[in-house]
């Protein structure tokens, strides 16, 4: 079992920036290929960003392509999206998600793909 505890959400100005960073339990972190998903009020849950187990392979949405980053610290089992010159169209819930097969093959930015997810940490841009 997999625990994901997503932190540091909050309300910011547009333009702003924020970063999000989510902490995994587990002494096998470094094998998880991880994600960032969103979801907005009446609105569908969407692929964010995600980064494979080896760092090495790297996806994101084209709404956010240039403005946010992720990143993973495996020694502190934790994954990091810098998000910068935020929008108010990036308010939403945003959750972390773990993908726990080293040798999976497909899209990244299917949700179904990965097994285990956070509570979500709320991050709201004015305008």
């Known amino acids: 079992q997999v625990q994901l505890v997503e932190s540091g959400g909050g309300l910011v100005q547009a333009g702003g920036s924020l970063r999000l960073s989510c902490a995994a339990s587990?002494?096998?972190?470094?094998?998880?290929?991880m994600g960032w998903f969103r979801q907005a009020p009446g609105k569908e849950r969407e692929f964010v960003a995600a980064i494979s187990w080896s760092g090495g392979n790297i996806y994101y949405a084209d709404s956010v392509k240039g403005r946010f980053t992720i990143s993973r610290g495996n020694a502190k089992n934790s994954v990091y999206l810098q998000m910068n010159s935020l929008k108010p169209e990036d308010t939403a819930v945003y959750y972390c998600?773990?993908?726990?097969?080293?040798?999976?093959?497909?899209?990244?930015?299917?949700?179904?793909?990965?097994?285990?997810w956070g509570q979500g940490t709320q991050v709201t841009v004015s305008s």
């Open positions: 998600a773990a993908l726990t097969d080293r040798y999976y093959s497909g899209s990244y930015y299917r949700g179904d793909a990965y097994d285990y």
């Open positions: 587990g002494r096998t972190f470094s094998s998880y290929s």
